[in-house]
Every structure is written in C-alpha cells, then in structure tokens.
C-alpha cells in the first residue's frame, strides 16, 4: 500500500507532507499503518469541505492499494473522527513542503 499525505492551510499557510510505502517499513510499522487505515474507513469515505471557512486546516490522503486508487480531502471541520487516528500518525511523519 503506498500513501500520500497533504496538510494545507490554516492562518499561517504551512504546508506539510509525507509519502510512504507500506512495503518499505518494518513489518510492525506496516502492520500497524494497516490497521490505523483498515480502522479509520477512510477507504469508504467521501470527500467533504466546508465552504467560505478562512483559515481551515485542509487534509488529502491518496491511497494505493491492489484494488485501486483512493483519494479524499476533508478540513478541520468535515474530518470524521474516525480518521484521527491515521491523522495523528501521518502528521506526526509529515515535513514541510516547498
């Protein structure tokens, strides 16, 4: 599984990323990135963005699966609570972007 995470937004601007392969990292770290996803349902979920709300923390998480391609973007407040824990995880990897 490949993931892709973007973090935009907010007052001031910053933008943040982190890309990964599930292949790639220790199997524990795999296992549990697995788990953080299959638990999150972020997979079955739909995109969703507040309109005409300044300074919101915008999130996209693209993932690659053998079944195919999903890509969802959510802000701070259209993110479903049960993605916050794969949320946590990617932000706490994530690097400023140029």
Do not use: C, W
Request: proline content about 4%; charged content about 25%; hydrophobic content about 35%.
């Amino acid at each position: 599984m490949k993931i892709k995470f973007r973090q935009s937004g907010g007052y001031a601007g910053l933008r943040m990323g982190y890309d990964l392969d599930t292949n790639l990292l220790p199997i524990e770290e795999a296992a549990e990135l697995q788990s953080l996803v299959q638990g999150s349902g972020v997979v079955q979920s739909q995109s969703s963005r507040s309109e005409n709300a300044a300074d919101l923390i915008n999130y996209e998480i693209t993932i690659e699966t053998k079944e195919g391609t999903r890509q969802i973007a959510f802000d701070d407040l259209t993110l479903p609570e049960s993605i916050i824990p794969l949320l946590d995880y990617l932000q706490s990897h994530a690097k400023p972007l140029r």
